[in-house]
């Protein structure tokens, strides 16, 4: 396993600090408020108030903690939201980790008891994690990721292109706008010159939208 320690963000909750890539998993100023404003509010919300889809499928690039699934759950909890939910995760981390990062602080004590529970059986099979919540955990690098669905939202959560620049190329953004249907939103924490131009090429409007708390701006995408 990668070498990995735990860092206590700026608002309290934790992230990881993986040294072999050099960075940590979440912002350091704060993890659990970047989830919920570049994935949730400038994501899923944005597009649940855009369209009034109730049935929404979401992947995500960078599956990670499961941070960003656990505040998605969380937020649909008392809402009449069908959600599928793919993560794609080329390392996934052991259950013992993801017990060890403190949110259940962070989320109703069910969706945390359910995610723990469902999470090792996601790594081979899609899950029911509720009667509306689905969850299946793509263990593979994401040029090597195949799938027939198709999805409305893409939380785009990869390591910072400094680190693995592999993950933002051409060919990578390329792979994942396939998978976006029409009218779908792709999202991440990051807005750069590149970026921009590739999204574009691919048959997306460009938005910059506020960023979280350590960043002006982010991406969204809209697929035309």
Same mark, same amino acid.
């Given at each position: 396993?990668?070498?990995?320690? *735990?860092?206590?963000?700026?608002?309290?909750?934790?992230?990881?600090?993986?040294?072999?890539?050099?960075? =940590?998993? $979440?912002? &350091? #100023?704060?993890?659990?408020?970047?989830?919920?404003?570049?994935?949730?509010?400038?994501?899923?919300? #944005?597009?649940?108030?855009?369209?009034?889809?109730?049935?929404?499928?979401?992947?995500?690039?960078?599956?990670?903690? @499961?941070?960003?699934?656990?505040?998605?759950?969380? /937020?649909?909890?008392?809402?009449? *939201?069908?959600?599928? !939910?793919?993560?794609?995760? @080329?390392?996934?981390?052991?259950?013992? &980790?993801?017990?060890?990062?403190? !949110?259940?602080?962070? %989320?109703?004590?069910?969706?945390?008891?359910?995610?723990?529970? =469902? !999470?090792?059986?996601?790594?081979?099979?899609?899950?029911?994690?509720?009667?509306?919540?689905?969850?299946?955990?793509? #263990? &593979?690098?994401?040029?090597?990721?195949?799938?027939?669905?198709?999805?409305?939202? %893409?939380?785009?959560?990869? *390591?910072?292109?400094? #680190?693995?620049?592999?993950?933002?190329?051409?060919?990578?953004?390329? $792979? %994942?706008?396939?998978?976006?249907?029409?009218?779908? %939103? /792709?999202? &991440? !924490?990051?807005?750069?010159?590149?970026?921009?131009?590739?999204?574009?090429?691919?048959?997306?409007?460009?938005?910059?939208?506020?960023?979280?708390?350590?960043?002006?701006?982010?991406?969204?995408?809209?697929?035309?």
């Amino acid at each position: 396993m990668r070498k990995m320690n *735990f860092v206590t963000t700026g608002d309290g909750s934790k992230t990881l600090y993986n040294a072999e890539i050099g960075e =940590c998993y $979440h912002s &350091t #100023h704060g993890a659990v408020q970047e989830s919920k404003h570049v994935f949730i509010k400038t994501g899923l919300d #944005h597009y649940v108030q855009k369209t009034g889809a109730s049935d929404v499928a979401i992947l995500e690039v960078g599956f990670g903690t @499961g941070l960003n699934f656990l505040q998605t759950a969380d /937020f649909i909890r008392d809402k009449p *939201f069908q959600i599928d !939910y793919v993560g794609i995760e @080329g390392f996934p981390l052991p259950l013992t &980790t993801i017990a060890e990062t403190g !949110y259940n602080e962070t %989320v109703n004590p069910t969706v945390w008891s359910a995610y723990l529970n =469902c !999470y090792e059986v996601a790594l081979q099979q899609e899950v029911q994690v509720h009667e509306r919540l689905r969850l299946t955990i793509a #263990h &593979t690098l994401l040029m090597d990721f195949q799938t027939e669905k198709q999805f409305d939202v %893409v939380y785009f959560d990869a *390591f910072a292109a400094i #680190h693995q620049p592999e993950m933002w190329n051409d060919a990578a953004l390329a $792979h %994942v706008a396939q998978f976006v249907k029409p009218g779908g %939103v /792709f999202v &991440t !924490y990051a807005i750069t010159g590149n970026l921009k131009r590739s999204m574009k090429s691919l048959g997306f409007s460009i938005e910059k939208a506020p960023g979280a708390p350590g960043k002006r701006e982010m991406l969204r995408a809209t697929k035309l």
